[in-house]
């Protein structure tokens, strides 16, 4: 799949209209398949998915939310690397005043890895077994609540 594909936004419904989510690959982890397929389902529920590419540094991650004042950022690990490159990204976005976005992990993260990703910071984990359709909820509904919280303010 393009690039260009990819990144190319697609209309939805209106409770994810204007919701841009960047899915990373941190460090040397070169499985890819499955973060192409949550994009595609996240952008088919009508989010805006900016996908980078592959083996990206947790600066070059930091600097691609800060360019595209997304408030979500996915991060995709298989590497077995996640309590190490998580925490790293989530100080940077403190760092670069983007402490207001929301981090979700998924990939091979064990059970017992949960809590202690949680508790540096991250929104929610997708561990083995997660289905796109809880995936795709998740999303939903958090875009529901924010838009919510937007208009009641």
């Known amino acids: 799949m393009s690039s260009d594909a990819m990144n190319a936004p697609r209309r939805g419904n209106m409770n994810t209209k204007n919701q841009r989510i960047v899915l990373a690959k941190v460090g040397l982890d070169g499985h890819d398949r499955g973060i192409k397929v949550v994009a595609r389902a996240l952008r088919d529920a009508g989010f805006e998915v900016i996908y980078p590419g592959l083996w990206l540094s947790p600066e070059a991650v ?22 190490v490159l998580v925490p790293k990204v989530l100080e940077l976005l403190r760092q670069q005043g983007l402490s207001h976005v929301r981090v979700v992990v998924g990939g091979t993260i064990p059970e017992e890895d949960v809590a202690p990703l949680l508790a540096c910071g991250v929104a929610k984990v997708f561990g083995p077994g997660s289905s796109l359709a809880d995936i795709v909820s998740y999303f939903k509904s958090e875009a529901y609540h924010e838009r919510t919280r937007c208009n009641s303010g």
């Open 62 to 83: 930091v600097r691609v939310v800060a360019e595209e004042d997304a408030p979500w950022l996915g991060i995709s690990l298989l590497s077995g690397t996640h309590l």
